[in-house]
């Protein structure tokens, strides 16, 4: 990817100050093929009634991506879309996340997306502690499976439920943290949700690619 299409792509963003990107280290990993614990861990989340979702959702939303991913991206919980196409962000706030991506010269495909939750909260509201602790389990098996290098939390409740905390997303941000259920470092950003309503803070979104990239490195 040239200048010009990286400052297209950070324009996209909303990033108004073009930076210059790290070099990327070892190409990712191309997309492969399934996996049969995902797979099993998958129909198993398919089939899940350890909370009320279950009531409410079209189906259930598991995660997508390379199962061989170096870097996994964790959300908070499935909107509208995710609910109905059965797909990790493929709203507008995945579409922005694709953007992201895109800016470090990456793909979705180089990297596995996932949430907290993987059933839709009625009316997209927050995830509950029940609800969190209900699909822990679920995530905690995913990224043994997953076995990225690295692990991004994408908002409040994504980094409080991997990292046990209940600091604020300002307070961590910008370090390098560990998830201590596999010993994975981890990066905590805001969510592209958030992004959407607060444009202002795209600029900071793309301190932390910086970081994540420079990290890889």
Same mark, same amino acid.
């Given at each position: 990817? &040239? ?8 324009? #996209?963003?909303? +990033? &108004? ?10 190409? #990712? ?5 399934? *996996?049969?614990? #995902?797979?099993?861990?998958?129909? &198993?989340?398919? =089939?899940?009634?350890?909370? *009320? /979702? ?6 259930? +939303? ?8 170096? +870097? ?12 109905? !196409?059965?797909?990790?962000?493929? =709203? ?19 990297? @596995? ?9 009625? =009316? ?13 389990? @679920?995530?905690?098996? $995913? ?18 439920? #991997? /990292?046990? *905390? ?9 370090? !390098?943290? +560990? ?10 950003? @805001?969510?592209?949700? @958030? ?5 202002? &803070?795209?600029?900071?979104?793309? $301190? ?10």
């Amino acid at each position: 990817m &040239d200048n010009q299409q990286k400052q297209a792509i950070l324009g #996209l963003m909303g +990033v &108004d100050v073009y930076q210059r990107r790290q070099t990327l280290p070892e190409q #990712l990993p191309a997309q492969g093929a399934g *996996s049969p614990g #995902l797979d099993e861990l998958a129909a &198993d989340v398919a =089939g899940c009634r350890l909370c *009320s /979702l279950c009531e409410s959702r079209t189906q259930t +939303v598991f995660g997508a991506g390379n199962p061989q991913a170096r +870097v996994m991206f964790v959300g908070e919980a499935p909107g509208r879309d995710e609910d109905e !196409q059965g797909q990790p962000f493929v =709203g507008r706030a995945g579409q922005l996340l694709t953007l992201m991506l895109a800016a470090l010269n990456w793909k979705r495909e180089d990297v @596995y997306i996932a949430n907290i939750l993987k059933c839709r909260p009625p =009316g997209n509201r927050n995830p509950t502690a029940g609800e969190m602790a209900s699909c822990e389990p @679920y995530l905690v098996r $995913q990224i043994e499976l997953i076995q990225p290098q690295l692990l991004v939390a994408m908002g409040r409740f994504a980094a409080q439920g #991997l /990292l046990a *905390s209940t600091a604020s997303i300002a307070s961590l941000r910008g370090q !390098q943290h +560990v998830y201590e259920k596999g010993k994975i470092p981890l990066v905590v950003t @805001y969510h592209p949700a @958030y992004l959407l309503r607060s444009p202002a &803070d795209k600029a900071k979104a793309w $301190q932390d690619l910086l970081f994540i990239n420079s990290l890889l490195g």
